[in-house]
């Protein structure tokens, strides 16, 4: 089955500061990649996510890029803010298919002011 | 729109009851998850549901049972519990098939359970 796993477990970085959280997925089958945000004792909520007939996918501060031959995909925040602290998750599922929703174990991310 | 909804919110058990956490949702879609999250561990998968009619195992199943009582509703049963499943559980739904459908996953609430 799918495997992801997600560096680094915890990320601390200055208000204005970029951010980089990279995964790792193992089934080449995997077409769809999508990053959760999770606030503190909240639910996840999607932010962005990429399917596999594109390399890059923007949205404001948020983007995410795919290699599908490295079979890695990762997040990146620009200009950092407070409010971006929060666990941040990314996950593997192939689409068209019995396919389930396999997550890495989650980042950390906390912007200093 | 209510989205999806979880019951109870927070239970404590004993070690050996049983309970059944409740799950459904209204945006009419085919897939159904739930998935347990402990500190460090991330989202796993405990059971899956891709249609109505199916249910196939995750990641951890063991010590749970699950149910697609219909389209809207995936419960999950845990038998017997261990202090080991103390967690929080979400249950999630999803679109499933097709490359133009929106297909992201919207959670529930969540349960905290305590097993003691």
């Known amino acids: 089955g799918e495997n992801v796993e997600q560096h680094p477990s915890t990320l601390s970085v200055q208000e204005g500061d970029s951010a980089v959280i990279k995964c790792t997925y193992s089934?080449?089958?995997?077409?769809?990649f999508p990053w959760y945000k999770q606030e503190l004792g909240k639910r996840p909520q999607l932010i962005i996510d990429?399917?596999?007939?594109?390399g890059e996918k923007k949205d404001q501060r948020i983007a995410v890029t795919l290699n599908k031959t490295a079979k890695h995909f990762s997040l990146h925040i620009t200009e950092t803010q407070p409010e971006d602290s929060a666990v941040y998750f990314c996950?593997?599922?192939?689409?068209?298919?019995?396919?389930?929703?396999?997550f890495g174990k989650g980042t950390k991310l906390s912007v200093k002011p | 729109n209510a989205g999806v909804t979880q019951t109870p919110k927070f239970q404590v058990l004993k070690t050996g009851q049983s309970m059944t956490l409740q799950c459904a949702q209204d945006?009419?879609?085919?897939?159904m998850y739930w998935y347990r999250q402990d500190p460090g561990m991330g989202l796993r998968l405990i059971y899956y549901?891709?249609?109505?009619?199916?249910?196939d195992k995750g990641e951890v199943p063991n010590g749970y049972n699950v149910s697609r009582l219909n389209k809207r509703e995936f419960s999950l049963r845990l038998e017997s519990a261990a202090p080991s499943q103390t967690s929080v559980y979400f249950c999630?739904?999803?679109?499933?098939?097709?490359?133009?459908?929106?297909?992201?996953?919207?959670f529930g609430q969540g349960t905290r359970l305590t097993v003691v």
């Open positions: 999630a739904s999803s679109e499933l098939i097709s490359h133009t459908v929106n297909t992201e996953a919207f």
């Open positions: 089934d080449s089958a995997s077409n769809y």
């Open positions: 990429i399917r596999s007939n594109v």
């Open positions: 996950a593997a599922r192939t689409l068209g298919s019995q396919g389930n929703l396999i």
């Open positions: 945006m009419n879609h085919n897939s």
């Open positions: 549901s891709a249609s109505e009619g199916t249910t």
